[in-house]
């Protein structure tokens, strides 16, 4: 294996320190697994339990807590994947935004599922770096915006390192190009959802390396009509292999987050839904 060292939401959960109990340390190891092309459903699947599962420490520390013993350390996971042809909507999302029906998605080998996270449709599929973050941010710091935006940064760093320049629009989550006021042409390389359930994330980023773009015309991509959507192999005019990629961005989410990236170098493979 390898290792990388380097909602403003309210909890559920009552803060132990703020009630005078003892609190877990906080855990900065995160556990990176790698799913190859992975079914979107099963892949849904299976951070629905790890989140479960983190959810039900948290809950277990709390007693723990209470009864005086000692709480337990939360996990961090990180799954990196690609999907086949997928459209997914968020809970914000907007139907009349896919633009196939059911006949159409059939034709076009595809998908669809409304699913959980926020923001509105986006297009999964292969040649697609997809990141699951599924953090406890007790871990790390209780800030949903700030975690957003190291997200961007990380992906926003990697693509320097490929001699590109992306940065961030006001009041639109992701990254993109051309993204200052005014550029003649912005457009976005990699979009962003999240849930957050006590602290604990879910869902995560879809970096586009060498997708095929032409999935994103039949749907309105998260809701924006005014913006086009690129990939890594449009910019650079060649493809990229997506191993080098999560190569490169794994040492800058360790080193945004303070984190220790311990990454299984066998392919992962999933639990049966």
Partial sequence: MSLYSSCTAPSDLPDLAAAGLASPAQNRVVQVQLLGLAEYETTWAYQEKLLADTLAIKTQNRQAAEAGTT??????HLLL????PVYTLGKSGKPEHLLLDEAGLATHGATFHRINRGGDITYHGP?????YPIFDLDNFFTDIHRYL???EEAVILTLADYGLRAGRI??????WFDYEEGAPNPRKICAMGVKCSRWVTMHGF???VNTDLSYF??????GITDKAVTSLQQELGRAVPLAEVQVRLLP??????????VVSTATTALPAS
């Fill in 170 to 175: 006001a009041g639109l989550t992701g990254v």
């Fill in 252 to 261: 800058h989410l360790a080193r945004l987050f303070e984190a220790e990236l």
């Fill in 127 to 131: 040649g697609q770096l997809v990141g």
């Fill in 206 to 208: 879809a970096l586009n």
């Fill in 149 to 151: 935006r190291l997200l």
């Fill in 81 to 84: 994947c690609e999907h086949p």
């Fill in 217 to 222: 015309g039949h749907i309105i991509p998260c």
């Fill in 71 to 76: 709480p337990q350390n939360t996990p961090n």
